[in-house]
T-cell receptor, first 113, second 113 residues
């Protein structure tokens, strides 16, 4: 049973560029959340998607946007990349709205140069 | 403003002894707390959780205590070398905050054999 799959695993982009990260949730899960983990910090909530809509959003600028597809997979898009966007981006999936119990992927390491 | 704090960046423990990881939070709206473990190049893995109305939850070698105001601790007994990882404390507050998790910065646990 595949867990949460994220692609790519690593990515290097130039400042000002745009990037798209992808996430396939665990089989049977319908909700996808995205987190940003900067070096030496804990994951920070970006947003959550359920039924193809953004249900909740953290304190991130509009440069961060997302999408959820009918098969529950999701994309995270970041425009106008800044050096400070360099981080590990984690996708977490769940069934409905659990109190915790999220399954995390291994993440995409984004480096902005 | 860090709402969940793990004030010990690292902890070193001898194999077989007890590991105690601490977590403090400032937001009184939090009502559910979770601990995640993270190995390098992997996503966080859920360990154990506790509701704010309970003072203890046990699962095998892992116990989470919630007995002091806005303070939690994770006890691992006995500690094993395979427990060496980063441990994150996370909190949620439903429905005010939806189901997003607010993470601490993590504590690196090293269990020496």
């Amino acid at each position: 049973d595949a867990g949460v799959t994220q692609s790519p695993t690593h990515l290097i982009k130039t400042r000002g560029q745009q990037v798209t990260l992808r996430c396939s949730p665990k089989s049977g899960h319908d909700t996808v959340s995205w987190y940003q983990q900067a070096l030496g910090q804990g994951p920070q909530f970006i947003f959550q998607y359920y039924e193809e809509e953004e249900r909740q959003r953290g304190n991130f600028p509009d440069r961060f946007s997302g999408h959820q597809f009918p098969n529950y997979s999701s994309e995270l898009n970041v425009n106008a990349l800044l050096l400070g966007d360099s981080a590990l981006y984690l996708c977490a999936s769940s069934l409905g709205h659990p109190r915790g119990g999220y399954t995390f992927g291994s993440g995409t390491r984004l480096t902005v140069v | 403003d860090q709402q969940v704090k793990q004030n010990s960046p690292s902890l070193s423990v001898q194999e077989g002894r007890i590991s105690i990881l601490n977590c403090d939070y400032t937001n009184s709206m939090f009502d559910y707390f979770l601990w995640y473990k993270k190995y390098p190049a992997e996503g966080p893995t859920f360990l154990i959780s506790i509701s704010s109305i309970k003072d203890k939850n046990e699962d095998g070698r892992f116990t989470v205590l919630n007995k002091s105001a806005k303070h939690l601790s994770l006890h691992i007994v006995p500690s094993q070398p395979g427990d060496s990882a980063v441990y994150f404390c996370a909190a949620s507050a439903c429905p005010e905050y939806g189901n997003k998790l607010v993470f601490g910065a993590g504590t690196i646990l090293r269990v020496k054999s």
